[in-house]
């Protein structure tokens, strides 16, 4: 794994370098889209619609539009926000778990100690398991300040960021309020049907059978030979003017899912030189 910030987990007087790592990965297969006749790519460009021309990526900044006026806001002035700057992850409080709405939660990740000793880390990380709390957190991450949980797995902090709480719509549905009458019958007979599907969650008996049934469809199209040769996919235009873009894409995609097979052939607990 990659880390993608790192910075200090700060709480009182107490400062945890740490390295922040995605700690989840999209499993579908990726997908683009062709022209059904004959399978050519088919590209969006960036197009500026005042005087026509492709923009390239670098030239491109964002901008806030309250339907009379617009403010662009450049890369430096995001650079320069004080909150953008910050390489800190700040405890602002200590709560009960299970007082966290769970549609709060989004995206986790790992926190990985970066200092030779890893005691303020791992005082944290038991601190947290004794007294049954998650730690919430704020911190800044990808032009973006974010409220996050911090919690335990195992022996490994991790960081839940969450949405705020003018972000979670109310459910107002009218057809709640009726007064609906559940007989001590109906509870009894739904209870048994609860009982006979207990179980202890285990996530690895769960799989996605989209995602498997269109691996297999796309293998039995290769075995049928219905496939095209990538290189003829892909107009004169585009082979000869951004040929060298093409083909870097394609490259880091092919060392990426090398990658991801060299790994997945190593026996748990081992790590290729350089990860």
Known sequence: MRAIWKGALTFGLVNVPVKLYAATEDHDLSLHQVHAKDGGRIRYQRVCELDGEVVPYSDIDRAYDDGEQT???????FAALPAERSREIEVVEFVPSDQIDPLLFERAY????????????????????RTDRTAIVQFSL???????????????????????ADEIREATF????DDVKVSDKELKLSAALVEGFAADFDPEAFHDDYQEELRTLIDAKREKGETIDTAETFGEAEQEEGGEVIDLMEA???SVERTRKERTAKPKGKRASGE
């Open 71 to 77: 403010v662009v806001i450049t890369k430096e002035d």
């Open 110 to 129: 790992f926190l990985e100690p970066d200092s030779s000793s890893p005691k303020a880390y791992a005082l944290l990380r038991e601190t947290l398991e």
């Open 142 to 164: 990808r032009q973006k300040t974010s409220l996050a949980a911090l919690r335990v797995r195992g022996d490994v902090l991790v960081l839940q960021t969450m949405r705020w």
């Open 174 to 177: 009218p057809v709640l309020d």
């Open 252 to 254: 880091l995609r092919a």
